[in-house]
């Protein structure tokens, strides 16, 4: 506040001292949008600048209105409310006021508005052009310092950003020295940061810590938050830099959580980008593809240039953690990014990446080549294209100059012939002193001749070497076509031998698994072999020695019956163990039956089956007939399934014989489909299922049929008799 009090007394003159009440209120006003916009208060400030330009056009006050409007155009250019329109400069220029000083005042302030717009864009040839205006403009006059200074700091910026650190260096210094002359203490730390970052770059990395942190805390102190975010994420960066990643992260951080209240659009995405990028040098993928998927979102809603590099390196980091859809859907948008804006920077970095992926961390070196020719191809392209440009420039520069210098030589050679004329005259008219004079201009002009054909032939040489150079890149072009090419022949090479290699491991372990099949089936049908075997004997010596003691025990149940007098309680429980000892007898005969291998086709269920009605159905006066159809004759079961299926058949009939009271009844059997289908039909009377239910056997029935994944269905409706239809499958 002291400068600028200072600075209006310098520039009101003593008849003008009744307005420093209205500058002393601008520079109240000027320093509240200051503090505002420094506190991420944004539209405070711009409502402060409002009320200040309003106030002094009310009072014509020229020079303060114009203050006003171009601090806020200061402020919207930081901002990146102009984008790449340019600011209207007209309503600023027009502004003229009475007092010559600030009349100049106002002059060097728009052209270092103008070098800012044009900083953004990154435009440096207007910039110094406008800088060195208002250098120019300034002199050495006390009353300008402070706007001095503020030009110098942003020379220091622009240097620095062209590599040219020692000359920043220089700039920064002499702007912390007119700050520091005009006790301004508040404007000098905005410095510290800058100094900070230069001081890093040549090396001095304690003082640039140092400077940073003065930075920080003076930054802190005046609450100018906006600056802050971007100190604080150069600190980090400087420690990132020297390996100490417990305090990049600490920086880091704390740069994020200013950012998130700042109102430059693109602080708080920059902020996400350094986290991303730290966790990323940490090897943390998770963060690192966290904070960018972050930060492409806040990306997207500013509209920030040049995205898709952005979202490129958010495929990288999704595919570092193994998120391959991810990685996929950002690759494809980065590259259709790229391609609506002609990148072709970023489509050979994205072809990089592709090549990359696919030839190192997925070892599919055949999936790679075609990305990496592509990158090769962009690569070439963008370096000729630059080369020819170069070319072409230097080419048009050389024959400017050519024919400038061709016309000057013209012009020397007349001069010189000219002048040996006046030299031989004067030597005629005996002017021995004007004639001395004329031979110096003589050589003189002789030696600008000499130099100009020097430039001429340094041209030439640069020409030459320039098309020299040009050459050696379409010569390199060819060299890298044909490393490519080679490149190409031994990825086929090294493919084919892959999968003859791979077709012989496949040969070979079907040869293998071959002999091991046939091994296994050979032991399988000798397993087999054994265990039929096993069954014929156990199945043999079943029927003969348990079928030889049923039959001496059913005999003598007959001899019992007939020495026993009848209806007497011994008579009944005889009658019982004759019974139970047949259907002992047919339950074994069965077993043996169709343990039997011989007998796994229908061809024998059919004889068995009929050999059973003729025993069961004749005995009970039962006419009869039985159809099964040829196309189930040659269908063969397993002995399981057919001992369920004729067992079914078997209580189905006995069933019959033993309660239908039925005097006909058909039996047919037919293929549908995977099935057999047997239908079994009486005229009896049917039956009451209460009455037969505990021994007829027709829960297992039941059990056989769905044992076998089949189906039975018992209809019995009085009169018109009983079917039974069973649902059985053969495989």
Do not use: C
């Not at 009349?103 to 110094?128: D, F, Q, S």
């Not at 494809?332 to 970095?349: H, I, P, T």
């Not at 019992?560 to 339950?587: L, Y």
Request: proline letters at 2%.
């Amino acid at each position: 506040m002291v400068r600028h009090l200072i600075l209006l007394l310098l520039l009101l003159p003593a008849a003008a001292l009744a307005q420093v009440v209205d500058n002393v209120y601008m520079e109240k006003k000027l320093e509240d949008a200051r503090r505002y916009q420094r506190q991420s208060e944004y539209p405070r400030a711009i409502q402060v600048l409002d009320e200040l330009y309003a106030q002094a056009v009310k009072e014509k006050n020229d020079f303060v209105a114009a203050m006003a409007m171009m601090r806020k155009t200061h402020y919207a250019i930081g901002n990146g409310e102009f984008g790449t329109e340019e600011p209207d400069w007209r309503p600023m220029e027009n502004f003229r006021v009475r007092n010559e000083t600030q009349n100049t005042l106002l002059k060097i302030h728009l052209n270092k508005l103008k070098a800012t717009w044009h900083k953004t864009g990154e435009r440096n040839p207007e910039v110094y052009r406008f800088l060195d205006e208002g250098v120019r403009l300034a002199g050495n006059r006390p009353e300008f310092q402070p706007v001095l200074a503020e030009i110098y700091y942003l020379y220091g910026q622009l240097k620095a950003k062209d590599s040219k650190h020692i000359e920043a260096n220089d700039f920064l210094l002499k702007a912390l020295r007119i700050y520091d002359h005009l006790g301004d203490e508040e404007s000098a730390h905005q410095l510290y940061g800058e100094l900070a970052n230069v001081s890093f770059l040549i090396g001095e990395k304690e003082r640039a810590v140092d400077y940073a942190k003065k930075g920080i805390e003076a930054m802190k102190k005046h609450k100018d938050y906006e600056e802050l975010t971007v100190q604080l994420s150069n600190l980090a960066r400087m420690y990132q830099l020297s390996g100490d990643a417990e305090n990049a992260t600490r920086y880091f951080t704390e740069s994020a959580e200013y950012a998130a209240r700042s109102t430059r659009k693109e602080a708080r995405f920059i902020s996400l980008v350094d986290l991303a990028l730290m966790y990323h040098g940490r090897k943390d993928r998770e963060n690192a593809l966290k904070y960018m998927q972050q930060a492409i979102e806040e990306g997207r809603k500013i509209g920030q240039p040049k995205l898709h590099r952005y979202i490129r390196t958010g495929a990288m980091f999704a595919g570092y953690t193994g998120d391959e859809e991810l990685m996929n859907r950002y690759y494809a948008e980065s590259y259709a990014l790229a391609m609506k804006e002609n990148d072709r920077e970023a489509l050979r970095d994205w072809h990089s990446s592709q090549n990359f992926y696919y030839g190192q961390v997925k070892g599919d070196k055949a999936r790679a080549y075609p990305f990496l020719e592509k990158f090769h191809a962009y690569k070439d392209s963008i370096v000729n294209e630059k080369s020819r440009k170069d070319f072409n420039e230097l080419e048009v520069q050389y024959q400017t100059e050519k024919k400038q210098v061709e016309i000057d030589k013209l012009s020397a050679e007349q001069k010189i012939q000219t002048l040996e004329i006046e030299r031989q005259n004067a030597l005629i008219r005996g002017n021995r002193l004007e004639a001395l004079e004329k031979q110096k201009e003589i050589e003189l002009l002789t030696k600008e001749k000499e130099i100009s054909d020097l430039k001429i032939a340094g041209q030439n040489e640069a020409l030459r070497l320039n098309e020299m150079q040009i050459r050696y890149l379409d010569e390199q072009k060819k060299v890298v076509e044909q490393e490519n090419l080679l490149k190409e022949k031994s990825i086929r090479n090294e493919k084919l031998t892959r999968n003859l290699v791979i077709a012989l491991a496949l040969a070979g372990l079907l040869v293998i698994a071959f002999l091991v099949n046939r091994m296994l089936l050979k032991k399988k049908i000798e397993q087999k072999n054994m265990l039929l075997k096993e069954r014929n004997r156990i199945s043999a010596e079943l029927h003969d020695e348990v079928g030889s003691t049923l039959t001496a025990i059913n005999l003598l149940s007959y001899a019992a019956m007939k020495n026993t007098a009848p209806e007497t309680p011994v008579r009944q429980q005889v009658e019982k163990i004759r019974d139970n000892t047949r259907d002992v007898m047919e339950n074994i005969s069965d077993i043996v039956w169709s343990m039997n291998p011989e007998n796994n086709g229908l061809p024998a269920i059919r004889a068995r089956m009929i050999d059973f009605l003729e025993t069961v159905l004749e005995t009970s006066d039962v006419d009869y007939t039985f159809e099964m159809e040829d196309a189930v004759s040659e269908l063969k079961m397993t002995s399981e399934k057919r001992r369920d299926f004729y067992l079914i058949f078997k209580e189905a009939v006995n069933n019959l014989s033993k309660y239908a009271r039925a005097s006909r009844a058909e039996i047919r059997i037919a293929k549908a489909g995977n099935f057999i289908r047997m239908i079994i039909r009486d005229n009896g009377t049917g039956f009451d299922e209460k009455r037969v239910k505990k021994g007829n056997g027709l829960n297992n029935m039941k059990k056989r049929a769905e044992r076998n994944a089949g189906s039975l269905e018992i209809t019995s409706a009085g009169p018109t008799g009983t079917l039974v239809s069973v649902q059985f499958p053969y495989t």
